[in-house]
């Protein structure tokens, strides 16, 4: 791995001490996608309980029942 500084040649970085960084880099990203992952999918569980409860108590031949399902074929 080559550092470039500012017009001058590039020098070898610390051989040893990259492929840690980069590997600890690389298992710190997976993490965070992965806590992103599992909280949209519990706002996605969320959102689908609150709409099930939503068309529970709504007439299926309202408006805003149709509105609904107009989302849905979107």
């Known amino acids: 791995m080559w550092v470039a500084t500012r017009r001058e040649q590039p020098t ?3 051989q040893k ?3 840690i960084c980069n590997h600890a ?3 710190k990203v997976l993490k ?3 806590n992103y ?3 949209l999918h519990r706002e996605v569980d969320d959102l689908s309980d609150r709409l099930s409860e939503l ?3 709504m ?3 309202s408006a805003q029942a149709e509105i609904v399902r107009s989302l ?3």
């Open 25 to 27: 880099s690389a298992a």
């Open 37 to 39: 992952i599992k909280s």
């Open 72 to 74: 849905f074929r979107s």
């Open 59 to 61: 007439d299926v031949d």
């Open 32 to 34: 965070e996608t992965c």
């Open 55 to 57: 068309m529970a108590t």
């Open 17 to 19: 001490a990259a492929p």
């Open 12 to 14: 070898p970085c610390n």
